[in-house]
């Protein structure tokens, strides 16, 4: 495996490692030794709203964390680097953000690696794109252990992707490789996407699209989240399963294109979506199924296997390139 990192410091092997990841409202990190397992996960805040450098303070304080909790039980001494997953568009190469939502007020522009030595020393540092980390770790300890070609799914609050070609990350001339939810997508026609623009896959098939449609159908307007919307459509609700149903089928129709378009070895399907249950996960792989042309016909399709510490583990496992 070859990825891009970001780093000016060789790595000291007695310190350990720390992964990251860094969401919107939360940040979760914990110390990763070398064979991909990781130690407790503690989390803190984002402050996401107060600006860059809040949010880089909140990532200090949970490596803290991360490393207390290790020295607790009697291995490392110094940090010796620190691996961040994040949400935007990320140049791998010198851990700045290339591009990001308004989630993020400012974080365009922002050197995340550079920041965290700042406050964390001169350590090791390696940035990538969530979905990008999260698909390392599946690759290294999870669902897509020894796969070569790979595309990762992420279905959730957003719709994101990551792709692997012989084990190597594509990451892309713009940064941008894999942002599947910003693709444009049948059924998606005057549906307004969370980067601004109209008729992406993103605002059909994500977390918040499920929640806008079952509104639009006439469902409860008491329901205020799309757990709810989910719950009501096991027990039965017509209403909410036709949301669901058809916010699943949207997404497993464009996943058929890039799986025609890239034939991989494996997709892994990740994310708060993927967990729903079988009405949306059986919605999502019949349509994907039905869509592909008889030789792909034998393409695995499977659940993500580390739930939510995969960005964790995966940010963490380029700086043990550095060792």
């Not at 310190?15 to 860094?22: K, R």
């Amino acid at each position: 495996m070859n990825s891009p990192v970001a780093a000016v410091h060789r790595l000291d092997r007695a310190g350990p490692v720390v992964g990251v990841d860094l969401g919107g409202t939360k940040i979760a990190a914990a110390v990763v030794n070398e064979d991909g397992v990781p130690g407790p996960v503690v989390t803190v805040p984002t402050r996401a709203a107060e600006g860059p450098d809040a949010v880089l303070d909140a990532v200090a304080e949970a490596v803290g964390q991360a490393t207390a909790q290790v020295r607790v039980h009697g291995t490392g001494t110094g940090l010796a680097g620190i691996g961040v997953g994040t949400a935007g568009a990320i140049d791998s190469g010198t851990g700045v953000v290339v591009s990001s939502t308004d989630t993020f007020p400012g974080w365009v522009g922002t050197n995340i690696a550079d920041g965290l030595r700042d406050r964390l020393g001169p350590i090791g540092a390696s940035v990538l794109n969530d979905v990008d980390a999260h698909v390392l770790g599946e690759s290294w300890r999870g669902a897509a252990i020894g796969v070569g070609s790979l595309l990762m799914v992420a279905a959730g609050t957003g719709i994101g992707g990551a792709l692997m070609v012989d084990g190597r990350l594509v990451v892309g001339r713009h940064h941008l490789a894999g942002e599947i939810g910003h693709m444009p997508a049948v059924g998606a026609d005057g549906l307004r996407c969370p980067c601004g623009r109209l008729g992406h896959l993103e605002a059909l098939a994500a977390g918040p699209a499920i929640l806008r449609r079952y509104h639009a159908l006439g469902g409860d307007p008491e329901v205020g989240d799309t757990r709810a919307v989910v719950a009501r459509a096991a027990a039965g609700d017509g209403t909410a399963t036709r949301s669901v149903t058809e916010a699943a089928a949207g997404l497993g129709r464009t996943v058929a294109g890039l799986v025609t378009t890239l034939d991989p070895d494996l997709v892994v399907v990740g994310g708060g979506l993927a967990q729903a249950g079988p009405l949306w996960w059986d919605a999502f792989e019949s349509t994907l199924r039905a869509e592909l042309v008889e030789a792909l016909a034998d393409v695995g399709v499977v659940p993500a296997a580390l739930g939510p510490v995969a960005a964790i583990i995966g940010a963490a496992r380029p700086l043990f390139e550095l060792i």
